[in-house]
């Protein structure tokens, strides 16, 4: 998790939202990636997808059986739909997002029936993403006034 | 429609789960992808998603807000995800996906309280569609014996 907290704070040097994702394969770092939404004008561009993508072009497969993923925010719908379809193992989120989390705080898409459920665990390093949001935040509205 | 069963057909024909996806924006096709999961072999390249990658790259920003989608079957959460993000208007879908759709049949990420909600039409084609599918799937299962 402290890879992806570095990957995140990188994202929020570039003025993007800081959320990083790190994926791990037999306790090696296979892929990182920060959120690169603004600078690439790209919907898709979150970290977790890029961090997929760069794991399936690494791996050579679309399936990450093996792979787990540290990420510093919970998942939106799209990238909760992305893990369940790449199959990762296991995921490890820093903090909750109450605002689009799909792994539980808006909804929770690995109650419902699809092809994969992947592990879930909360709270690894919490309060050092909660911060860094935060700041990203509070500094965003500071510059608005 | 139309024009994404060609793109599904052509997918079909590399050995792709047939599906299709065109995006419109003041009645021009801005972009037009089919399923391409296994020859890229990533998780990722669902049509919809490679669709909306396109027309990001094109219209230069994330956000698709006059943009309509002409899908062949209903999308993933995955794909569904990518829809509210990128805050595409309208979604026409043909199929529904009973395994996996995430716009009504497993579940139906429109109903949450997400920061976007796409207007959805389902039906348009559908026969074809599903006659496109079907035929793959037959075929598919026609090899393994």
Redesign the interface.
């Known amino acids: 998790m402290r890879r992806a907290l570095l990957a995140a704070k990188k994202a929020g040097e570039k003025g993007e939202v800081p959320i990083g994702c790190v994926i791990v394969k037999d306790g090696k770092v296979v892929s990182s990636a920060g959120n690169a ?2 600078s ?7 970290a977790e ?1 890029l961090a ?2 760069k794991a ?2 690494k791996l ?5 059986w093996e792979c787990e993923m540290y990420v510093t925010l919970e998942p ?7 893990i ?4 990762i193992r296991k995921v490890h989120i820093a903090a909750r997002d109450p ?2 989390g ?1 792994m539980g705080s ?2 929770d ?1 690995c109650e ?4 994969h459920k992947p592990e879930v665990e909360f709270g690894l390093m919490e309060k050092e993403s909660q911060a860094l949001l935060q700041s990203f935040f509070r500094a965003l509205r500071d510059k608005k006034k």
């Open positions: 939404r603004e690439k004008k790209n919907a898709l561009h979150h997808i997929i993508d399936c072009k050579g497969g679309w399936r990450l939106c719908p799209m990238c909760c739909g992305a369940i379809n790449s199959r605002k689009a799909a808006v909804v898409l419902y029936p699809f092809n």
